[in-house]
């Protein structure tokens, strides 16, 4: 396979992905008290958001490329 057409793969499933999960969720592990021997720590959620217009572009991108690609590979065969 043709780079041109590894990138569109990766940018096809990418943009898929974001517009399905439209956000990165994470945990952090926070401490709350720490006196001595005893500890305790508390646990946060963190989301960072995918906008779906990323996920859109990402999908265009990917289609663009897989085209550009397949095209070159057709012309040089």
């Known amino acids: 396979m043709k780079t041109a057409t590894l990138a569109g793969l990766a940018l096809?499933?990418?943009?898929?992905?974001?517009?399905a999960y439209q956000g990165i969720t994470y945990t952090t592990h926070k401490k709350v008290v720490d006196i001595g021997p005893i500890q305790a720590t508390k646990e946060e959620k963190?989301?960072?958001p995918l906008p779906p217009l990323l996920g859109g572009i990402a999908l265009v991108g990917g289609v663009v490329l897989l085209m550009a690609g397949t095209k070159r590979n057709a012309?040089?065969?």
């Open 12 to 19: 096809l499933v990418l943009g898929v992905l974001s517009l």
């Open 46 to 48: 963190q989301t960072i």
């Open 75 to 77: 012309l040089s065969s």
